[in-house]
């Protein structure tokens, strides 16, 4: 089966506990557009950052896929956007807990200090789109440095590693 991924990725099963029946074989990996389908039509995703003192934070957030990363935005004053300052590291997942995209990396701060206005446009363009608002600054995009997904467990469990990560 062939990938559609992007370049410097690797696909495979992930790795885990050997009774929970992962296959060995490649038959049944899923392919990436699936990844990126899931993040430009799901509504409502899950992020999960880490506190200072190192305690998890999940919350709701709403995002959108655009150039091969999610975006996301938040309050200066948010918990979660006060966490990212401290440890850029996170998690976003899908809504479903049977068809499940996982995306971890680290967020990078978008504004008018640090981005063109053209890439903030279309981050805003595709809110509007899919919220009907415009979001404004700060945003955060995340590119996947490692993404896992399954709507079959353990038949079609699929990683995405990527070179940079």
């Known amino acids: 089966m062939s990938d559609d991924a992007p ?9 885990t506990e050997p009774s929970y029946g992962i296959p060995e074989s490649e038959e049944g990996l899923l392919e990436w557009h699936l990844v990126e389908t899931a993040f430009a039509d799901g509504e409502v995703f899950w992020a999960t950052t880490t506190r200072p003192d190192g305690r ?4 709701p957030v709403w995002g959108v896929w655009v150039d091969g990363a999610f975006h996301c935005g938040g309050g200066e004053r948010t918990r979660w956007v006060r966490n990212l300052a401290h440890d850029p590291r996170l998690s976003v997942h899908t809504e479903s807990g049977t068809d499940v995209v996982i995306l971890e990396g680290a967020a ?3 504004d008018a200090e640090t981005a063109d206005e053209t890439t903030l446009a279309r981050i ?3 809110y509007e789109a899919k919220y009907g608002i415009r979001h404004g600054t700060p945003v955060f995009r995340i590119r996947p440095e490692r993404v896992l997904a399954w709507s079959g467990f353990p038949a079609d469990a699929t990683r995405w590693r990527f070179e940079s990560a």
């Not at 998890?56 to 919350?59: K, N």
């Open 7 to 15: 370049p410097a990725t690797t696909r495979d099963r992930p790795m």
């Open 56 to 59: 998890p934070h999940a919350r």
């Open 124 to 126: 805003d363009d595709a």
């Open 108 to 110: 990078e701060r978008l």
